[in-house]
């Protein structure tokens, strides 16, 4: 090499050492603005992807994350086409177009042609000028941010940040929350003129928002689908098609459904922008209208709760967690789903449930339903009236108090806490409390979504479980009760009649329901939960502050609500047929009052035959009535064969 060779080698990287230590510096001293990524907003999305709610960031800006794997090719390709068809190819800045726009400032003594990069538009979003200035300085303020932002991200990257930051008019920022709130649907299902119109709208969205000004949005749009023909990035019979379609855009909307559960997974999930639940779009809508109808003629200040799970994943397909989110009077703020309330006799399934397995009763069992005491507590039924002597199916369907707590009394409240508790199903005391005989009518806290998954069991072969509301959230299935056990219970509540106003819902053909009602103390709870083989549904409704609603309760006020939310589930082939009994599980005759299989050899011995399921061949006694030997003493005052 010559030493003129050398010499100019040497000014080369002088040169460039001195330029990149400039650069390198210019970085330092004006660092990247890049947004942060905690401040970004999120969205609560559907099963299905439509957004439930959205999150705005701290400056009231509503942004859903854009990928650009996410969004349609076709956008894709007209945004490119249309604003930088050299984005994969220049350093961030495109020279000749700079030139050119440098050169009309010069002629015209304004800006003509800004010249600029998709990644300058980038750099301008996330570093905007004071005031919107368009003075060259700002230009040149711009291409630096370019070169950095060239520097620092991928061109993958760049893209991302100006599908998510986009202007798009109001407070709508990024193309997939303009696509939903314009348009109704993802960024990914674009059509081609939607495409064109998205790609058009940030650069001048208060002119051509399309809600408020269709004609010259509509203009607009054609102005990019033009481009598409003339760079034969579409054919022309595409653009043509394209062209015919009309804009129509409704007013900017931001969707609010399941707002509580949406409020519940933001905060459980603070670090994601995109949380998608395991909702059901068009039942959660239906279910929000159907329960806004049917509070309009209950008491003022009157909520509710509802969820509907999905039996074979416990996967949460409706929830509503109030009657109206943004109703202060109701306190619709308030999650009932969640709350502890005292949940009336809705535990009774269960306690039967674990008498049948520990082979205290079966269905036909005889028990009584006359006033007694237990140490200090006397119960009595909800209307005040008692009925005697009573199988154990009709007790619990007609959710008689004595004989449930004669039953807990003879299972152990603590021991039917602890297989609760075992199950998943936490239960609030007071403190200083433990589980005693009221528990069984109220006397402890429960919340709705663990009764709901209580109450799954029926329909599970016994398992209850956690409900799950993400599709990742792991699943917890505890056991409750034997398959066997859980079929006799959902028997007697399949077979329960539907009293007053739910007898409408009794049609032919419809879902077989196991349902149970329930009350608290002073009217303040109102309960219905009930399951079909594929879903099960909870109701409460009361008011959130705790104070009383009168003459409301469950089978009154929850319990139709309860069966138009069952009469809005799909429909399946077989649901309106029986589930035929597990092989331990038996149909016998049983007498009263000793409580053994009718024996033709001694019909003395029976008094009154009655049906009933027995659980792996087990037929129990009837169990001795308290302060006598044998139960048959008292059976004989109340009549049994009467």
Known sequence: MTRTARRRLLKTTLAGLLMATGAMLLDLA????????????????????????????????????????????????????????????????????????????????????????????????????????????????????????????????????????APFGGTIEGVEAASWAYLGKSASKLSDAEAALLVVLPQAPSRWRPDREPEAARAARDKVLDRMASTGTWTAREVADARIEPVVARSLHVPRHAALLARRLRQAHPRERRITSTIDIDLQRTLEARVASYFSDLPPRTSAALLVVDNATMEARAYVGSVEFADAERLGHVDMVRAWRSPGSTLKPFLYGLAIDDGLIHSGSLMVDAPQSFGDYRPGNFDAAYRGPVSAAEALQLSLNVPAVDLLDRVGPVRFAARLAHAGIDLHWPRGAAPNLSMILGGTGARLEDLVGAHAALNREGLAGRVRYRPDDPRADRRLLSPGAAWIVRWILEDNPRPGSADSFDASGRARVAWK?????????????????????????????????????????????????????????????????????????????????????????????????????????TAAERGARLWSAGVERFQVDA
């Open 30 to 165: 004006f660092p990247l603005p890049l947004p942060d990524a905690r401040d970004a907003g999120a969205v609560v999305l559907a099963a299905d992807g439509t957004p439930l709610r959205a999150f705005a960031d701290r400056g009231g800006i509503w942004r859903y994350p854009a990928d650009p794997g996410e969004v349609s090719p076709r956008y894709l390709e007209a945004l490119l086409a249309y604003e930088d068809s050299w984005f994969w190819r220049h350093p961030g800045v495109n020279p000749l177009a700079l030139l050119r726009a440098g050169g009309q400032w010069l002629r015209h003594g304004r800006v003509v042609s800004g010249g600029s990069t998709l990644t300058m538009q980038v750099a301008r979003i996330i570093d905007p000028p004071a005031g919107g200035s368009r003075t060259p300085w700002a230009k040149a303020r711009q291409v630096l941010r370019a070169l950095q932002l060239e520097a620092h991200l991928s061109k993958r990257e760049i893209l991302g940040l100006y599908l998510d930051r």
């Open 517 to 621: 009602t329930g009350t608290s103390y002073g009217f303040r709870d109102a309960w219905a939960l009930g399951g079909t083989r594929r879903h099960t549904v909870g109701v409460w409704v009361g008011r959130p502050d705790g104070t009383p609603l009168p003459g409301q309760y469950g089978a009154v006020t929850a319990l139709p609500l309860l069966f138009e939310v069952v009469n809005a589930l799909p429909r399946h082939r077989g649901d309106a047929a029986a589930a035929p009994p597990p092989p331990d599980v038996a149909a016998i005759e049983a007498c009263w009052p000793l409580g053994l299989p009718f024996d033709p050899q001694a019909p003395s011995l029976c008094r009154r035959r009655h049906d009933a399921w027995t659980l792996a061949g087990v037929v129990p006694p």
